[in-house]
């Protein structure tokens, strides 16, 4: 099948390369244009557009989706297919296709609706989450769905190990039943909408008056971006992994706030113990050696609601 791909991080390029490989023509890649993405000064392309380049695909980087119109209805393709491209596609774009625009979304439509699908299902403590292969209608993500794959979330599986997953369910889910998508009615989602609206670095501060289950999730959901953090005496510290702890009855127990010998956070419930953490302009280390570093009690400052908003 012709088909046109949209597309920019690096959870884009399997699928593209996937659909290279299972013999599709893609006439033609729209990714969002070369960036800093990394702390050098000049610009980068996008992952796809690297990986489109080394496939010998045209590619196009618009600063809006709607200036590639023309080129998209001259393009001869069939089908668009969209994996995280990063913009809403107006509906001048949607119709220059015969057969549309069907899109890889990573949770169990309508459930996460939105920019942050994965993350907000480990906020949510959710069991399950999944990919659907949708399509795209004007409304954000609202188009029926063609086929979808349940996948189900481990206990202490990050956000990052999470998509990993669930891109790989979606690349067979998109390479096996594309080729039916033209000749196939897809079905309405059902169910009541949530939305996963996009992160925000505040969101992450991990709060000790809240419960050590909860601070969990925040761990996993936050790794690897934005991070969850907190601060202690003023300077934040970054935690990648973390766990609760089950032997709090054997430990010596502080009020809420404090970080005890073990590195284990006090909650109003529990506690959160500290495995990897990443001190204000330090190296990555383990929660134990960070703490032994550090004389005296260690008290987390408390998250003051009024205060202004934290950058990454």
Known sequence: MRIVYLGTPTDSVAPLRALVAAGHDVALVITQPDRRRSRG??????PVK????????RVLTPEKAREVVDEVRA???????VVAFG???PVSLLDALPSGFVNLHFSLLPRWRGAAPVERAILAGDAETGVDLMRIEAGLDTGPVFARV???????ETAGELHARLVDAGTELLVAHLPAVPDTEPEPQVGEPTYADKLTVDEFRLDASRPA??????????????GA?????????????GHIADDLGAREVGPTGTVDREAALRTTDG????????????RVMTGDAWRTGLRGEVHVDPVDPTGPSERA
């Open 41 to 46: 000064a000049g610009r980068d392309p996008s």
């Open 50 to 57: 690297q990986a489109a380049l080394e496939l010998g695909l």
């Open 75 to 81: 393009s001869g393709a069939e089908l668009g297919v």
């Open 87 to 89: 913009q809403l596609l």
């Open 150 to 156: 349940r996948v189900p979330i481990e206990p202490t």
């Open 213 to 226: 289950a909860d601070l969990a999730r925040v761990v996993r959901a936050g790794n690897p971006r934005p």
């Open 229 to 241: 953090w907190f601060r202690a005496g003023g300077r934040r510290v970054k935690v990648w992994r």
């Open 271 to 282: 506690a959160l113990v500290l495995d990897e953490v990443q001190p204000e302009g330090k």
